[in-house]
């Protein structure tokens, strides 16, 4: 890395023992910049030790501020691991999040792109916030490794794990049930049973039952046809005009079925509306 | 009489989905995603529009069925297909006014394109009466699609997935699918269902009274 600042020339013009940090830089300085220019400093001492390598004056000074550098260095490194543990208890996109399990008891908004910064906002969100599930969840592993999702925005509940393997089983869990409950709404007298097993069990004889009442129903409709082609309604069912037919037959049927949920039945206007018909086609 | 029809057609619609939509949005589910999948669906098959396509396409079918068996009686290779006629137009009206979007739909509509398909393949092969028959035994036995029958009891399936892998045979389609698409599936399923049962009986109703009281003359 270049320093930009320092080049050999100065280095080789100037008295060599008075490198300090005060007289190359003369402005305001504070941390990171200093961190940064020690860094410079120190490539460029390095730099000049290769010329000056018989000065002692030189490297007496020399070290001192290399381990003023790696003092600094150093600490800027421990700062940017507390960062970066805290980042990626909350970014799981890094693999590394095994280590996190027995530390996962903050509940944390799990983002995919951004950094850990703010950590602090977020952790008196966690402890407000009520507990969820149990710890079981967190162990149970059974189920094969899905696929990490692309940053579903999940909340960890209190006690749970937030690696992605089990994350991911959750919002698979919470589809399933999402969909189950959606069923539940549907079937008649499902919203009382308890239990997935059982609903799935209504479900499959409720639609065994329909599929029984479709095959009943048109195996009636197969006499009806048959029946009704042998018998008058040739006459009746001209095959040309039958297009007239099914709008008056849906008319009907539509208030037959308000009839039927209205205790109210209809029979004669039912002969009635298709004997119009029958008359208008004749 | 077709102006009446149209008069009384925008009304009731209008009517019907506004209801719809508000019983979707008063309803207090646990979440969105779950309303919507049931809301929109429910609304989709119980419209009264929905029930007046499927009827008109039935009644076609039936027509097409009589023609059928009334025409040539012998053309119909077995008595299983006679029997099974009305049904399977039934099945298949109802799987095209789902409009392709569900796989049970699909289903239906290419299991009768792959009896076709197959028909029309095997006359290429040396044509004997002979192998007329072997014809008709084989696209009858490959009619049925291979779901896997392997029992289930014996394997160590937890519960809940046995029952899911059942409820996915009954569901034309859905043999080898995963566990949400066969719930979604199922869904749909189920209210197309029982519009048909509902469109069906009427239907009976009418023809059956239909043919019973003569018309004057």
Request: proline share 5%; aromatic share 4%.
């Amino acid at each position: 890395m270049d320093p930009p600042l320092v080049n050999d020339s100065s280095f080789s013009a100037a008295n060599p023992s008075s490198y300090t940090l005060s007289e190359i830089w003369p402005f305001p300085v504070n941390d990171a910049v200093r961190s940064g220019l020690r860094l410079a400093v120190n490539s460029g001492r390095v730099f000049t030790r290769s010329e000056h390598s018989g000065n002692k004056d030189v490297s007496a000074a020399e070290e001192s501020t290399v381990t003023d550098l790696t003092a600094g260095w150093g600490g800027r490194k421990t700062r940017d691991l507390n960062s970066e543990d805290d980042s990626s208890k909350m970014v799981s996109s890094s693999s590394s999040g095994n280590e996190l399990k027995e530390s996962g008891d903050k509940k944390r908004k799990l983002c995919g792109s951004e950094s850990g910064n703010g950590d602090g906002s977020m952790r008196p969100e966690g402890e407000t916030s009520s507990g969820g599930g149990g710890g079981s969840k967190a162990t149970e592993q059974k189920n094969k490794p899905e696929p990490p999702k692309d940053y579903i925005h999940v909340r960890a509940r209190r006690g749970q794990a937030t690696d992605r393997h089990s994350l991911a089983e959750r919002a698979r869990r919470e589809k399933i049930s999402e969909k189950m409950t959606a069923l539940q709404d549907i079937i008649p007298g499902c919203n009382k049973i308890i239990g997935k097993a059982l609903v799935l069990d209504e479900i499959i004889n409720y639609i065994q039952s329909l599929q029984r009442q479709v095959e009943f129903l048109s195996m009636k409709l197969e006499v009806v046809n048959s029946g009704a082609s042998t018998g008058p309604t040739i006459g009746v069912f001209p095959s040309g005009d039958l297009g007239t037919l099914p709008i008056d037959v849906h008319r009907t049927i539509y208030e037959q079925q308000e009839a039927n949920e209205t205790r109210v039945s209809q029979p004669e206007w039912l002969h009635m509306q298709v004997d119009g018909n029958f008359n208008r086609t004749t | 009489m077709a102006s009446l029809i149209s008069d009384i057609e925008p009304p009731t619609t209008d009517l019907v989905r506004r209801k719809k939509r508000s019983s979707v949005s008063s309803a207090a589910s646990p979440s969105t995603s779950a309303a919507s999948v049931s809301g929109e669906s429910h609304a989709r098959w119980r419209s009264e529009k929905q029930q007046r396509i499927y009827s008109a396409k039935l009644i076609q079918a039936l027509q097409q069925v009589r023609l059928n068996s009334s025409a040539a009686t012998s053309s119909s290779p077995t008595a299983q297909k006679r029997g099974k006629a009305v049904r399977e137009a039934a099945d298949r009206a109802l799987a095209v006014s789902a409009r392709g979007r569900t796989l049970w739909s699909r289903a239906i509509l290419a299991n009768r394109i792959k009896l076709k398909f197959r028909k029309q393949k095997r006359p290429k092969t040396p044509t004997k009466i002979p192998s007329m028959t072997t014809v008709v035994n084989s696209s009858n036995r490959s009619r049925t699609r291979r779901v896997s029958v392997l029992r289930l009891n014996k394997k160590n399936i937890p519960d809940v997935n046995r029952k899911v892998r059942v409820l996915g045979r009954l569901v034309p389609g859905c043999g080898k699918q995963s566990v949400p698409v066969i719930l979604e599936e199922a869904t749909d399923y189920i209210q197309a269902l029982e519009m048909q049962v509902r469109a069906m009986n009427s239907l009976v109703q009418l023809l059956s009274s239909y043919g019973s009281a003569p018309p004057p003359i």
